[in-house]
């Protein structure tokens, strides 16, 4: 059989039809819709509906190049690491991600569940949409996803085992490049508002910031501490009240886990930023901000409370035995978050992959004052990420940024 083509509107069900799906939606190719989803950039997405019998599932196809930029190539190997992901999710964190219903690694497509009845975090909190239930659910996905694919837990050789298929060198590279090198100097992928040009010099001008940045991606190159998301911002979280799911693991390999920890809070403290604009008056700016903030430290002390259930219930004992060590672990997780976190603000601000919460703010003056504002809490960040103690002092740094334009 040769290589599978690129899927459209109609190859799309024939192909369902074809791989033996047609139960999971009902019927026939003849009464399915098939549209594209094109939110993203990487991946070609269909949502296949039968609106007969209100079924739907979506389709994910890797090309051997980014969807949107032809000329970006990358491996289509990558959808089989997020299967690999998604089956240990399945495993330790089942609630918190899609249901797979087929995976084929040589045509590189992905079957899952329709998260129809979730939301785009990102875009949600940009409303002001609260998630009252989000920082217990990503804190225990965390944990879990993260503990149990550890040294702590996996016998020595079936972590190495694990970390030599899961590799995923092309897109590591990606992020090695446009998270840690690229926006801490003068880059022609870069783009940024204007009037943050004087900020911007001062950053590219800046070697103890980049001291501190390369001391993160030295930490990310080489600490194969845990498989991790290694993409676990607000644009990969569907939720709604009572469900969070996490979507897009594609770029995981086996990395330090303050990184999904640090993504994923950098990216409550940029929606925090934003919201500078998005706020309807003060006072709802304030009421939300600070469920940001309490969100942002239930997270941790969520992920803190499971991750040493897990410990102490799962932990190779004869291997990993003090109690001091525990502790030391705990604290290095968080102090690792605020550097990574610092780390993933920057690049969404004045890297090449900006984010919605800051493009949609359209007067130019406004978005680089919420902008500048994110600038402040990731220098906060950064600056003493090896200092804090607690989730608490994380939170007072966000709380103490100041517009700076
Ligand atoms: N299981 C799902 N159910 C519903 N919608 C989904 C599902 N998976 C993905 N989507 C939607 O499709 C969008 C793109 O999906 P995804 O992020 O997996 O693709 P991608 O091409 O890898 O994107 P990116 O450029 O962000 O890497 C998501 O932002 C979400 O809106
Ligand atoms: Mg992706």
Known sequence: MGELEALNETTVKDYLAQRGLAERLGGGAEDWVAEPITDGNVNLLFRVKNPHAGRSLIVKQALGYAWRYPDFKMPKGRLAIEHAVLQVAAEHAPE????????????????????????????????GTRFPRAAEHLGRYMARTLFYTSDLYLPSGEKKARAAE???????????????????????????????????????????????????????????????????????????????????????????????LGTYLGNLALAYAAYEAHAANGEEKRAFRDWLLESLIETWRVFEREFLAAWEKDVQREEWSSDRYRERYLKRL????????????????????????????????????????????????????????????????????????
């Open 96 to 127: 918190q991600v899609p249901e797979v219903y087929f995976f084929s690694p040589e045509d590189a497509v992905l079957v899952m569940e329709d998260l129809n009845r979730h939301r785009e975090m990102r875009a949600a909190l940009r409303e």
């Open 166 to 260: 899961l590799v995923n060198p092309v897109l590591r590279k990606v992020q090695e490049d446009l998270v840690f090198t690229q926006p801490f100097m003068e880059h022609p992928n870069n783009r940024y508002s204007p009037p943050l040009e004087p900020l911007v010099r001062e950053i590219y001008a800046d070697d103890g910031l980049r001291a501190e940045v390369h001391e993160l991606k030295e930490r990310y190159m080489t600490q194969a501490q845990a498989l991790i998301h290694n993409d676990l911002h607000t644009g990969s979280i569907l939720a709604n009240e009572e469900e969070t799911k996490v979507v897009d693991p594609e770029f995981a390999f086996f990395g330090p886990m303050g990184h999904d």
């Open 334 to 405: 968080l102090q690792d978050a605020a550097g990574f976190g610092a780390a993933e603000m920057f690049r969404r601000l004045i890297g090449m992959a900006h984010v919605s919460d800051f493009w949609s703010i359209e007067d130019e003056d406004e978005r680089a004052a919420a902008e500048s504002l994110g600038l402040d809490i990731a220098r906060a960040w950064i600056a003493s990420w090896r200092a804090l103690e607690r989730p608490e002092d994380l939170a007072a740094l966000v709380r103490a940024g100041r517009v700076l334009l």
